[in-house]
């Protein structure tokens, strides 16, 4: 059984629901729960919010985060989240900001530094992530991150 499969067989028995708000994953985890049969029951859907107007506008990520900590940091992460959650009033939300690569940001935050944040009735859990491909890395720094987020997932629900 694949992360994502398990994922939807877990949301359904426990009667929950998730939203995803991707920005360097570009939508990858979303892709990949809507893979899976069944998950239109437990899957409300996903934001991918690529651009820091976005972040704010949609899911409620405060300009003075961005301003303060980037729109790869923790605390975005955490904002994306939790907007994501009450946006779309699902039972839980995933959401992943990041440096994909080949090349930094303007911050000169490190290829591969990815936040992964789950949303949950719990509170918030944020993860760092630090990826070192020197091969297709932006591939593979975007499904890497996209498998961390669902992994993520998965663990909260298998407690």
């Known amino acids: 059984m694949t992360p994502e499969e398990e994922i939807v067989q877990k949301l359904t028995e426990k009667g929950l629901t998730l939203t995803t708000a991707e920005s360097c994953t570009g939508g990858l985890v979303a892709k990949r729960l809507t893979d899976v049969s069944g998950a239109s029951a437990v899957f409300h859907g996903g934001a991918v919010t690529y651009s820091n107007r976005l972040k704010s506008e949609w899911l409620g990520v405060k300009e003075e985060t961005l301003r303060q900590f980037g729109a790869v940091s923790a605390q975005t992460a955490r904002e994306m989240a939790e907007g994501a959650r009450k946006f779309a009033k699902s039972d839980l939300a995933v959401a992943i900001t990041g440096i994909a690569g080949p090349n930094s940001d ?14 949950s009735e719990d509170g918030v859990t944020v993860e760092k992530h630090e ?18 987020a669902l992994e993520l997932v998965r663990r909260y629900l298998c407690k």
Not at 108 to 113: F, S, Y
């Open 131 to 148: 990826n070192h491909f020197t091969e297709n890395v932006r591939e593979n720094n975007r499904t890497a991150s996209a498998s961390d």
């Open 106 to 119: 303007d911050t000169n935050k490190p290829v591969g530094l990815v936040y992964i944040a789950l949303a």
